[in-house]
């Protein structure tokens, strides 16, 4: 028996059968060309599959399968609200408190506009000056406010000392409506100081007073008791208040207390006839009602005038 090229180890050729070997002797072939012609053999044996053809079949067959199972499938679930995905998100979106320092500001049409990092940079510039802007009125405002207010306190100021406020006079009565008195008594003493029946004695000297108090009226006519010559006429002079004094020249003198401010009719040396009025009742200095002090002195001692005079 003849040894097989093959098995005693040919490394490159292989003879091929009797049955296909050609007249004149054995054809001899390479080992890759063996190989070669086994892989040719089992791509022949495989299924031919189109692949096109197939994924177009499975699409189909799934298209076919969703058509009827989905429809289906919606029909058997209870109705629901369609809910839009804005909804759904706003829904389940968590609440959160940001500080206000750290919130950003409001994006504008620029903003949005801008597409470059040099344009959106160029657009926060923008915002940011005009936020400065706005900050740089409201200061300014204010500023004018506050200055406004200064200017406003320092013409208060300088109108009061200006105008300082002046301390208010006494202000004289308005004389009342003219009456008619009836005339004072008198006899050889002298005349009555007040008209008859306007007044009535409330103490004299008697009673340990220094004159006598005639209660009237305010603005009751004060006449002069005898003629002489005026030695005090004074707005206030201590306890008697608005006051006039006149001596007679007979060693006699007299005065009158407490008279109405601002209407004694004689001044210091005028001359003045019995019976002229010299002032109107009052209730300046120590005094508690309108009357009339009076007080009558000879020789410079005092006496009580119910004894020299008409009263």
Known sequence: MAENPVSAGAPDTVETSQTNAPANGPVVMSRSDVRRMERAALRAAAPKVKPVRTVGTL?????????VAVPAYAATQPSAETVSLQDAAESEAQSIAVDAAVKAEPLGGAAYSATTPEEIEQAKAEAAAAAAAERAREQAE????????QAEAQQRQQQAQVQPAQ??????????????????AQNAGGICPLP???????RSVSSGHEGADMVAPAMTPIYAVKSGQVITSQEALGGWGVVVAIDHGDGTTSLYGHMTYGTRQVQVGDTVSAGQIIGYVGSTGHSTANHLHIEYR??????DPLNYLPI
């Open 59 to 67: 699409a189909a067959v799934l298209a076919l399968i969703a058509g």
């Open 167 to 184: 301390p208010q006079a006494p202000q004289a009565p308005q004389a009342p409506q003219p009456q008619t008195y009836e005339a004072p």
């Open 298 to 303: 000879i020789n410079g001692a005092i006496v």
């Open 196 to 202: 008859a029946g306007s007044y009535y004695v409330s």
């Open 142 to 149: 204010k500023a004018a406010a506050e200055q406004k207010q």
